[in-house]
C-alpha cells in the first residue's frame, strides 16, 4: 500500500505565499514522477508541476515563476512553493505520483486526498 499526504494549505492574501508538502509513504521500491494537480470549484482538475527522478521539473504556464516544485528523495517528499499567490490559484491541490512498489513491477498512479488552498482578501 502507498499513502500520499499532503499538508501546508490554508488561507492567504493576495499576493502572499505558501508552501505545500506530500510525503510518500508504505511499500515504495523507487519513485519516477511527484507532482501537483488543482482543481478550482466549478473546473476540471489541472495539471500544476511535477519533478522526475532525475530533478528536471516542469510547470504549466500560469504558474512559471511563481510556483517552485522540489523533492527529497530521502523523505520520499515534493514540495509546491507558491509566492505571488492569486485569487484565481484558489483550488484543492492534490499530490500525484508514480511509483513503483517492488521490483520489477509496473509503475502506477497515486493520489493524494487534496489540500485546499484559499486565495483572497
Known amino acids: 500500500q502507498v499513502q500520499l499526504v499532503e499538508s501546508g494549505g490554508g488561507l492567504v492574501q493576495p499576493g502572499g505565499s505558501l508552501r505545500l508538502s506530500c510525503a510518500a509513504s508504505g511499500s515504495i521500491f523507487s519513485i519516477d514522477v511527484m507532482g501537483w494537480y488543482r482543481q478550482a470549484p466549478g473546473k476540471q482538475r489541472e495539471w500544476v508541476a511535477n519533478?522526475?527522478?532525475?530533478?528536471?521539473?516542469s510547470y504549466v504556464d500560469s504558474v512559471e515563476g511563481r510556483f517552485t516544485i522540489s523533492g527529497d528523495n530521502a523523505k520520499n517528499t515534493v514540495y509546491l512553493q507558491m509566492n505571488s499567490l492569486k485569487p484565481e490559484d484558489t483550488a484543492v491541490y492534490y499530490c500525484n505520483a508514480v511509483i513503483v512498489t517492488t521490483r520489477g513491477s509496473y509503475a502506477r498512479n497515486y493520489w493524494g486526498k487534496g489540500t485546499l488552498v484559499t486565495v483572497s482578501s
Open positions: 519533478i522526475i527522478s532525475g530533478g528536471t521539473t
